[in-house]
């Protein structure tokens, strides 16, 4: 980022030779050339640093021309211009992860909405595209008047006038610039969990082992720890079980039995990977109390899943085996032992081909012998 400089326009022309001479901005004092980084106010921060990147590149331009007006014409709207295109790239590069609304998938969507209200984001990239159209208006105008003028004051003017009304602009769309940023930030490491007949969702109290078992069962390497809430994200790995040979699981953070209002951001994104998620839910118990909660609750939580979501298989599965054994006919596994492991990756193999409409396997593809031929290279 270049240092700290936002000049609006050009600098205050000579008095000599009777020209007029360009006002100061009507009613304000002088502009003080401010470092952003003391802005406190995080909109104003966000549109003066935009307004330093394009009008900091509009001042190194440099023209040629027949005479000193046309010379000055020429440098009015090549400012124009690149002051124009470069704001208007900030703003493309800001609407960017949000412009294929299919390629955010239905999770990522509700995420969207779940933290800044349904539409919430929608309206804010409505309202940026407006003004990417309107800076476009805006720059139109102005080129279409600067070749008529004859005068350095009116010149000048048009480039100040552009500069001025462009920060107006800006400055009326800072708070949906910073709620893109803060949605990008938010969407970077979500999957979108596409492709939901081959997704199974790993859901459960905290502390239960849903991370344990995505490291057992996928390559990913999720942080694992003796804490509750140690995930935070949903986060997906992927194994090769199921029709396809790859089933896309995904681990979610703990949950708690308790009203919606209650829960915090982190198990609504949770619920959110459950009900975005696929048609398989392995729903993970922990009989040990290790956990840190009694099993009663846990199937509590289990219950009102099954019932929120009575479209999905739910797979019941008992971890920690190796610490404690229930006498439920749950399928138990330990995922430092291994025991029960490859039951369960059978099971979900089982019920993604039920889902997928009894489809086997697609066979492993062979080196097959192929029959001499001339192809033109001996
Ligand atoms: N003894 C034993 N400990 C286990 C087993 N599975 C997981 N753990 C331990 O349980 C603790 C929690 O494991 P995680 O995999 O982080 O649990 P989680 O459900 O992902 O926890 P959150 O992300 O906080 O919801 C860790 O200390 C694990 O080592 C198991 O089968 N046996
Ligand atoms: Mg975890």
């Keep these: 980022m270049p240092s700290s400089r936002v000049r609006h326009g050009p600098s205050s022309p000579s008095t000599k030779h009777g020209r007029r001479e360009l006002p100061a901005r009507k009613g304000k004092v002088p502009r003080k050339i401010v470092p952003t980084e003391t802005i406190a106010d995080p909109r104003e921060r966000l549109v003066q640093e935009m307004l330093e990147l394009a009008f900091h590149r509009a001042a190194k331009v440099s023209v040629s021309g027949d005479t000193t007006l046309d010379r000055q014409r020429r440098l009015a709207l090549r400012k124009i211009g690149r002051a124009s295109g470069n704001l208007l790239r900030q703003l493309r590069i800001r609407t960017r992860p949000f412009s294929k609304d299919a390629a955010l998938g239905p999770f990522r969507k509700a995420l969207l909405d779940e933290r800044w209200g349904k539409g919430g984001m929608e309206r804010s990239l409505l309202r940026v595209r407006r003004a990417q159209e309107r800076l476009i208006r805006l720059r139109t105008e102005e080129e279409r008047k600067v070749p008529r003028l004859d005068e350095r004051y009116d010149i000048a003017q048009a480039v100040r006038r552009y500069y001025g009304r462009s920060a107006s602009l800006l400055r009326e769309i800072a708070g949906d610039l910073i709620r893109l940023h803060e949605g990008e930030r938010l969407l970077r490491d979500r999957p979108s969990l596409e492709g939901r007949a081959t997704t199974v969702v790993v859901a459960g109290y905290p502390n239960v082992g849903k991370s344990s078992l995505l490291a057992r069962l996928t390559r990913a390497r999720p942080k694992i720890a003796a804490y509750p ?146 192809f033109g290279d001996t």
């Design 229 to 374: 809430f140690t995930t935070v994200a949903v986060a997906v790995g992927h194994a090769p079980i199921g029709p396809l040979g790859r089933a896309q699981l995904v681990d979610t953070p703990g949950m708690l039995e308790r009203d919606e209002s209650e829960r915090n951001p982190v198990e609504r994104e949770a619920f959110l990977a459950v009900r975005e998620g696929g048609p398989v839910i392995v729903f993970l118990l922990d009989p040990s109390g290790s956990c840190g909660w009694p099993i009663g609750d846990q199937e509590a939580l289990l219950a009102r899943l099954r019932q929120a979501f009575p479209d999905r298989v739910f797979v019941e599965v008992e971890n920690k085996s190796d610490l404690a054994r229930s006498s439920s006919p749950r399928l138990k596994i330990s995922c430092t032992t291994g025991e029960g492991i490859e039951q369960l990756q059978e099971r979900i193999g089982e019920l993604l081909r039920d889902r997928s409409g009894g489809l086997p396997p697609l066979p492993p593809i062979r080196d097959e012998e192929f029959p001499p031929e001339d």
